[in-house]
């Protein structure tokens, strides 16, 4: 570590200190440009015997727990680095370098599980149904859904999954680990569109990391520095799917990629059928070239939608030209004028069938921003 990046971060840990309250808004807005204060950090969390590391820790902590939702984004950042660190420092049996890591990532999942109350959370997920359409698919591509009875008795009904409540944790065990980092994970994935390029471009490398070190492809890879099999559980590696598919649309098509085979490979391995699913799934619905975004700018995923409505031809015989082509034939006085306002009606009707038509036609392909 530079004498200058010790410096920037020193300055940083003296500013806070000295911060009245009432600037802290401000302080936690100008806060997300420094580049070269995060990348600083970076190197600190990286050098677990660095004398900078416990003060950075304690610092983020103060951060997670001020209620500034800035701030709380702010060490989110580093949360993908923080797990690496702390794993690679268990497998090395250097427990005693992971005492702030630890001490941080425990804070963080303690006022997690609780609300502002103290009371114990429950998250709930409600699982989308097929029947009903959405951006993704559209119920009529998927085959013949007949209306039996007992399907319109489930008409409606939703599956909800419920999270929790979870149980504090006053320390890290081998038994309770990988609770803890996956409940962690899936806090740093609920925020994950406030993450910066430089915390996703993290997230792939120690999802590529954790999955290879110890195995073969590690040496593919080329990674260097621990050599032991980290292991992992079904849970955490489904959690580092979700925050890899988003940054397959995120400006980090090629280290998504990598981590996406990388874990891939691990699950293969450990026979982990969730993750395999999961993953499987998202490399099938992958486009086959990389995505061309701008990493600053707004991410599109182009969706083919089924019409909702069956065509209707040009030419189709309505009710109202039959009757208009028989006024017509009968003729009279009488009979042209219903004729002339028949032919009025027939004509609104042809248009705006033509009119559907080209909107049908037009609507095929509808790009969503997300």
């Known amino acids: 570590m530079f004498t200058s990046e010790k410096g920037i971060v020193e300055e940083w840990l003296s500013e806070f200190k000295t911060l009245p309250e ?19 950090l970076y190197k600190v969390i990286q050098e677990p015997q660095s004398e900078l590391l416990e003060p950075v820790c304690h610092q983020l902590f103060e951060f997670y727990r001020s209620g500034e939702k800035q701030l709380l984004q702010f060490t989110l950042q580093f949360l993908p680095e923080l797990i690496w660190c702390y794993l690679a420092i268990v497998v090395s049996r250097n427990v005693h370098s992971s005492g702030c890591i630890e001490a941080l990532l425990l804070g963080v999942y303690n006022l997690e599980i609780v609300d502002k109350h103290g009371h114990s959370k429950v998250l709930s997920f409600t699982i989308p149904s097929l029947s009903k359409p959405s951006v993704y698919h559209e119920p009529s591509s998927i085959g013949s859904m007949a209306l039996t009875e007992s399907a319109l008795s489930q008409h409606g009904l939703s599956k909800v999954v419920y999270s929790g409540p979870h149980p504090q944790r006053e320390m890290l065990t081998a038994q309770n680990r990988f609770e803890v980092l996956t409940f962690l994970l899936l806090c740093y994935n609920a925020a994950l569109t406030y993450m910066p390029s430089v915390s996703l471009q993290s997230l792939c490398q120690i999802c590529s990391r954790i999955c290879v070190s110890g195995y073969p ?63 499987n799934a998202i490399k099938a619905s992958l486009p086959h070239g990389a995505m061309k975004s701008n990493k600053e700018g707004t991410r599109c995923i182009q969706v083919e939608i089924t019409p909702t409505s069956s065509r209707i031809s040009r030419n189709a015989v309505t009710s109202m030209s039959i009757r208009g082509h028989r006024w017509k034939r009968h003729g009279g006085s009488k009979g042209s004028r219903q004729s002339r306002s028949s032919s009025d009606v027939d004509s609104v009707s042809c248009w705006n069938l033509q009119s559907r038509f080209k909107y049908d036609h037009c609507c095929q392909k509808i790009t969503f921003k997300i």
């Open 217 to 279: 492809r590690q040496h593919v890879r080329k990674y260097k520095g621990i050599s032991s099999r980290i292991p992992v559980s079904s849970g955490f590696m489904v959690q580092m799917l979700t925050g890899i598919y988003f940054a397959f649309y995120n400006g980090e098509w090629d280290l998504a990629q990598k981590a996406l085979d990388d874990i891939i490979y691990r699950a293969q391995l450990e026979l982990y059928p969730e993750p395999l699913l999961v993953a």
């Open 22 to 40: 009432a600037s802290l808004p401000n302080y936690a807005t100008n806060l997300k440009d420094k580049n070269s204060l995060v990348s600083s």
